[in-house]
């Protein structure tokens, strides 16, 4: 399936979600369904659920709908998920080790190769059997081993030095879990998960009707 160019960032956030709602169908058995049946089921119209779709190729038949399991693997190869990825976990404090721990990655082709931290008590122990490694040694990690992306959980402070060890060492893609925005060079990609800019939306949303 190729990619087309120019699709909103609005269709490619949606994707995920179609994925993992695929997924579930798969699991129950379900061999095809409407759009008006899986819009009921994601929570969008069936008119968006073709209009997304329609980004990348036509994939439904009218009167029969969407194959769900074949529509499940052109979505995973529009995600990229067709390829494995190597990552990197900088920041093994409770929030990086949450992340290392979580086995999922694994199902979306992630493997988590080495984690790195610069406190010397965590340095040495592991986590599902990757080693946590001084700080010190990313840089030289990243020389002898290719990595396509690095997961930070630094402090915000750090978190631009990281970012520009992994850059330097060859990374092209972060994910970024400190709260600041990086600089990073334009074939650089970045996806910031602020956690308490959505926490921020989360309270507007529970007390908008209230303004």
């Given amino acids: 399936m190729e990619k087309k160019k120019n699709v909103s960032m609005a269709v490619i956030k949606r994707l995920p979600k179609y994925h993992r709602y695929l ?13 008006k049946e899986l819009g009921e ?7 968006q659920i073709r209009q997304d779709l329609n980004n990348f190729g036509d994939f439904g038949q009218q009167g029969y709908g969407y194959n769900v399991k074949e529509l499940y693997k052109q979505i995973s190869l529009i995600l990229g998920l067709d ?14 080790q949450a992340i ?3 086995g999922r990655f694994s199902d979306d082709g992630l493997s988590i190769e080495a984690i790195f931290d610069a406190n010397p008590k965590l340095v040495g122990m592991k986590i599902r059997d990757v080693e ?17 992306i690095g997961v930070i959980c630094v402090p915000r402070i750090n978190a631009q030095k990281v970012s520009d060890i992994l850059v330097k060492g060859g990374v ?14 334009s074939d650089v990609t970045v996806e910031n998960v602020h956690l308490s800019e959505s926490l921020l939306t989360l309270v507007y949303l529970m007390n908008k009707d209230e303004k």
């Fill in 83 to 96: 390829k494995d990825y190597k990552g990197v976990i900088v920041g093994a404090g409770n929030l990086g």
């Fill in 41 to 47: 089921k994601i929570g969008f119209t069936a008119s």
């Fill in 132 to 148: 946590i490694n001084d700080i010190d040694t990313l840089a030289q990690y990243l020389e002898s081993n290719t990595i396509d």
């Fill in 23 to 35: 997924k579930e169908l798969m699991r129950n058995e379900v061999d095809r369904i409407s759009s």
């Fill in 172 to 185: 092209k893609a972060i994910w970024n879990f400190a709260p600041v925005d990086l600089s990073v060079p």
């Fill in 100 to 102: 290392a721990n979580y």
